[in-house]
T-cell receptor, first 117, second 113 residues
Framework: GAGVSQSPSNKVTEKGKDVELRCDPI?????LYWYRQSLGQGLEFLIY????????KSGLPSDRFSAERTGGSVSTLTIQRTQQEDSAVYLC???????????????FGPGTRLTVL | AQTVTQSQPEMSVQEAETVTLSCTYD???????LFWYKQPPSRQMILVIR??????QNATENRFSVNFQKAAKSFSLKISDSQLGDTAMYFC??????????FGAGTILRVKS
């Protein structure tokens, strides 16, 4: 079956422009996550959606970052007025919903490499 | 807050030999999950192995095994019979509540022929 897909694969933009990054999760996965991977660093959690619950936005670094998930499926991460420090790989993951302290494996997409000039 | 530390930025190993990657973590919870992920140059994150904290037995997956020391908050990955295809960035990660993952900075592993 199809895995998590992300588009675009690469995005080059100029400082100050807005960008939208898209994530298509695995069908049936109601949990969706966005992570950021800066050069030479580990992944940093950004935001988490679980079904119809309010998203966990605790990892968003500034109010220039926002994300939405329409119809419980596709998600878009938007970065407004991009800065050079926003350059990174943005990874999306999806999973079946977790319950309590149980864990369901997160499946990752290939990421979008964002370069802000 | 949960933290994960990988103190080895780079490691190298000869093909067919064994290598161990280190990871320490900090958490205030009693139940949590630990993971090792592999990220080859393709950027695709691949789950290598996972360990539930309430299980004392160390997890194994073919050539991959972990040494989980709960009291010491240590979670190392051992790769036996290293293969060229094991060359990648390896991330240690943890989750306390079964949702967001906290990652270490990663270890670049190079397998040499």
């Amino acid at each position: 079956g199809a895995g998590v897909s992300q588009s675009p694969s690469n995005k080059v933009t100029e400082k100050g422009k807005d960008v939208e990054l898209r994530c298509d999760p695995i069908s049936g996965h109601t949990a969706l996550y966005w992570y950021r991977q800066s050069l030479g660093q580990g992944l940093e959690f950004l935001i988490y959606f679980q079904g119809n619950s309010a998203p966990d936005k605790s990892g968003l670094p500034s109010d220039r970052f926002s994300a939405e998930r329409t119809g419980g499926s596709v998600s878009t991460l938007t970065i407004q007025r991009t800065q050079q420090e926003d350059s990174a790989v943005y990874l999306c993951a999806s999973s079946f919903p977790h319950g309590g302290s149980s864990y369901n494996e997160q499946f990752f997409g290939p990421g979008t490499r964002l370069t802000v000039l | 807050a949960q933290t994960v530390t990988q103190s080895q930025p780079e490691m190298s190993v000869q093909e067919a030999e064994t290598v161990t990657l280190s990871c320490t973590y900090d958490t205030s919870e009693n139940n949590y999950y630990l993971f090792w992920y592999k990220q080859p140059p393709s950027r695709q994150m691949i789950l290598v192995i996972r360990q539930e904290a309430y299980k004392q037995q160390n997890a194994t997956e073919n050539r991959f095994s972990v040494n989980f020391q709960k009291a010491a908050k240590s979670f190392s990955l051992k790769i036996s019979d290293s293969q060229l295809g094991d060359t990648a960035m390896y991330f240690c990660a943890a989750t306390e509540y079964g949702n967001k993952l906290v990652f270490g900075a990663g270890t670049i592993l190079r397998v040499k022929s």
